[in-house]
Structure formats: structure tokens, C-alpha cells
């Protein structure tokens, strides 16, 4: 198995532009809006004599505070 690195953040910080200079690829698909990235992109490379799977995510917020009533 494989060791994996995953790529999280804030939403629309580059972590899908970061996935694709990584990957040298574009296949992760990005924008100026927040929001973009709905599933997770993984991918295996290859660096020097080191093997590994990177996975670009959506990113997260923070959960909204709801107020009771």
C-alpha cells in the first residue's frame, strides 16, 4: 500500500492549482469561486525513488453557529 498525502485547506486557497503542478497534470479542475472541487482527486506519484498516492479535497469551513430558540 501506498502512502498517501492529501491536500486540505480553507476553500479556493490553490490546493486543487497545488494537486495539478504536483501531478503535472490537469486534472483537477479549478476557478476563482469557492466551491469548485466537489470530490476528492487522487493521484500516484512518482518522486525520485519515492512512490506515493496525493489526494486534492473540496477544503472545509467552519460550522455555522445555530442560535436556539
Sequence with gaps: MLPI???IGRPNV????LF?????SKKA?????PN???DI???????KNFEFI????????K???IKNF
Excluded at 41 to 47: H, S, T
Design 29 to 33: 479542475i479549478f476557478y476563482n469561486i
Design 41 to 47: 482527486n487522487y493521484e500516484i506519484v512518482k518522486y
Design 63 to 65: 460550522k455555522k453557529k
Design 20 to 24: 495539478n503542478i504536483i501531478t503535472n
Design 54 to 61: 496525493i489526494a486534492d479535497t473540496a477544503g472545509f469551513k
Design 5 to 7: 498525502i492529501t491536500i
Design 14 to 17: 490553490g490546493k486543487s492549482t
Design 36 to 38: 469548485v472541487t466537489r
